[in-house]
């Protein structure tokens, strides 16, 4: 009995095939009108078997009729309904959806999504189909990409209704694209698009609770993970409606505060990096809304979930990362798992400074940050972060471990912290200030980067004599005099060097000033490259700052030799000895000027000037 009933409300499949290879287009139509049917169905076999009996020519007639390429007809969007149907049913066999044929008809099926007037079940027929045909072959997806894919499928995703198959059918496109598109093939006109899509899928990622929440998810991630991410800054920021980025902060907080497995957190912390990157550090505070949720969650929830997440990542990265590399360094099949917690770990130490900065700048602006008792978890939670890094760089100094990218990132984390909070984890920074210091990174010939990152601590440090102490007896002090001649060899190659360069200056000025409290016997020789350095500085600038830091520097060094023991150091000559004279008199000469701002300087190279000035004739000769 139920098969009888079955046999009445399915045509057979010889049926179809006998109608489908008829001589008149009657008779075709009604097999194809048939074959619609099959099309939920999953029946290879079947399906093959029709696609060969109808053959291609007879589809591309339907299709370029109902399409409206053909001659004038009655009944198109009955025509291309069908012809759209069938086509994406076909193309669930792979090797019809690989073949020339189908692949050829991408440009079309783009032209007829292109069409305002497009139904939604043709729309997402359309979506089918090309999704199919992309998975298939290579051939498929480089295709839809030159053919525009991007350009039909970027407007058309905001009016796709929320979480509806066409909509979870565009985004699996989307992600094909996005692993395809290379920064060779990108343009102005892509990175626009690109941009519309974000602003359509965060809305999906921001609504929905559900399984297509999560592809959303890493569709936004290999986006903002791509080559060319950067580049699409711009277009984001400059998009008139805004509610992206409050889609994309009511994303990020679902994911972080919900249960879900670690790598999608991972994927949530990459796409708050980056907003903060487009937006700065205020996009972390905003209200939330979220699906099924009555009320707005407080604005600063985001700021400490996306802290918190990261402080249980770097956590879990650096102990992974420690384990298999001391502990079980003979597991080949780690190498691929290190490499990615080296990838992931940067993003966690990228959101943990921008952090860092924004509660520095709500302090400096005098603003309220949040309540007393949010502020003080966020510093709690950063010195548990610090602490944790401290202790991952103390495991690599006792395993001798000096270079690489993690251990050069870790440092310039802790150099962010202790900018703000010098005298914040007191004894491990004593005890690994010297390791720190010496670390270089994966490209570096020598420790430079890692002192640049410490340079605000220390420079904060040596204002008091226990911190000059500190740096004299581990000669930490000679790796900022080298930084500081390496600065400024390098001058002028970026903007933050000269912030960098009058760091080091009055970092080695208070160790100086502070010699004697400190017994310092300094190292002559470095000491006299560093003049050579700043005479060169001096001659490169007319920067009136510039000038006198470099004299008050070199007014220090004269302090504890002579000219004719500097003129015996190899490194030195009478050239570089004729500069430094030029720039002490240029200073001396300010006296009695406007100089308001260098006045302490002024003074130090003067009373200099009165105890060493016997010693150095050619200095004396310049000033008479």
């Not at 759209?84 to 079309?108: G, K, N, Q």
């Amino acid at each position: 009995m139920m098969a009888e009933s079955q046999e009445e409300r399915s045509p057979s499949l010889d049926e179809c095939l006998k109608l489908l290879k008829g001589e008149r287009d009657e008779q075709r139509l009604a097999g194809l009108l048939l074959v619609t049917k099959f099309c939920k169905n999953d029946d290879v076999v079947s399906l093959k078997k029709v696609y060969e009996a109808i053959g291609s020519h007879f589809l591309d007639r339907l299709l370029r009729t109902g399409s409206g390429s053909g001659d004038g007809v009655d009944n198109r969007d009955v025509y291309l309904q069908l012809s759209v149907t069938v086509l994406a049913a076909f193309c669930r066999v792979p090797d019809i959806a690989s073949s020339e044929a189908m692949v050829s008809r991408i440009p079309l099926i783009l032209e007829i999504m292109s069409k305002g007037s497009t139904t939604n079940n043709i729309l997402e027929d359309c979506y089918e189909l090309l999704y199919l045909v992309s998975t298939a072959s290579e051939a498929g997806i480089m295709t839809l990409i030159n053919s525009g894919g991007l350009r039909v499928i970027a407007p058309q995703m905001s009016d796709l209704p929320d979480g509806s198959h066409a909509m979870e059918v565009a985004i699996k496109i989307l992600q094909l694209l996005v692993s395809k598109l290379s920064g060779e093939i990108m343009n102005i006109e892509r990175f626009l698009e690109l941009s519309l899509v974000v602003a359509a899928v965060t809305r999906q990622f921001a609504v929905l609770h559900n399984a297509l929440k999560f592809e959303a998810l890493h569709l936004l991630s290999a986006v903002f993970s791509s080559e060319y991410s950067a580049l699409l800054h711009e277009p984001l920021r400059s998009m008139p409606d805004n509610n992206w980025a409050d889609h994309m902060r009511t994303g990020v907080v679902a994911i972080l505060q919900n249960r879900v497995a670690p790598s999608e957190k991972l994927h949530a912390l990459i796409l708050a990096e980056n907003m903060m990157s487009i937006l700065g550090e205020k996009w972390l505070i905003g209200r939330v809304k979220l699906p099924n949720v009555e009320d707005y969650l407080p604005a600063n929830r985001c700021l400490l979930l996306v802290l918190e997440s990261s402080h249980v990542e770097i956590s879990v990265l650096l102990n992974d990362l420690a384990y298999t590399k001391y502990e079980a360094p003979k597991n080949n099949s780690s190498v691929e798992d290190i490499l990615l917690k080296q990838r992931y770990l940067p993003i966690t130490y990228s959101l943990v400074e921008k952090i860092i900065k924004y509660i520095s700048s709500v302090g400096e602006n005098e603003g309220t940050l949040t309540d007393e008792a949010v502020f003080q978890k966020m510093i709690k939670t950063l010195s548990m972060t610090v602490g944790v890094v401290l202790e991952y760089l103390k495991d690599a100094k006792e395993h001798g471990e000096k270079k690489g990218n993690v251990l050069l990132a870790s440092v310039r984390v802790i150099g962010s912290y202790l900018a703000e909070t010098p005298v914040a984890c007191k004894e491990q920074v004593q005890d690994l200030l010297d390791y720190m210091l010496s670390v270089e990174g994966e490209d570096e010939s020598s420790p430079f980067l890692s002192i640049c990152f410490l340079l605000p601590m220390l420079c904060q440090i040596t204002m008091k004599a226990e911190g000059c102490k500190l740096l004299a007896a581990s000669r930490g002090y000679i790796a900022v005099v080298e930084c500081l001649i390496k600065l400024i060899e390098r001058c002028g190659e970026s903007v933050n060097d000269d912030g960098s360069i009058f760091l080091a200056c009055d970092t080695v000025m208070n160790i100086l000033l502070k010699r004697e409290k400190i017994s310092l016997t300094p190292d002559m020789s470095t000491f006299s490259s560093l003049l050579k350095a700043l005479a060169y500085w001096a001659d490169h600038t007319n920067d009136p700052s510039v000038a006198m830091m470099a004299a008050s520097v070199c007014s220090l060094i004269f302090d504890f030799t002579s000219e004719d023991a500097l003129l015996k150091q190899p490194d030195f000559n009478a050239s570089s000895l004729d500069s430094l004279a030029r720039l002490i008199a240029r200073s001396l000469s300010s006296w009695g000027q406007d100089i308001s701002d260098a006045a302490d300087l002024l003074e130090i190279i003067t009373a200099g000037y009165s105890r060493w000035a016997d010693r150095f004739p050619t200095v004396m000769k310049h000033n008479h």
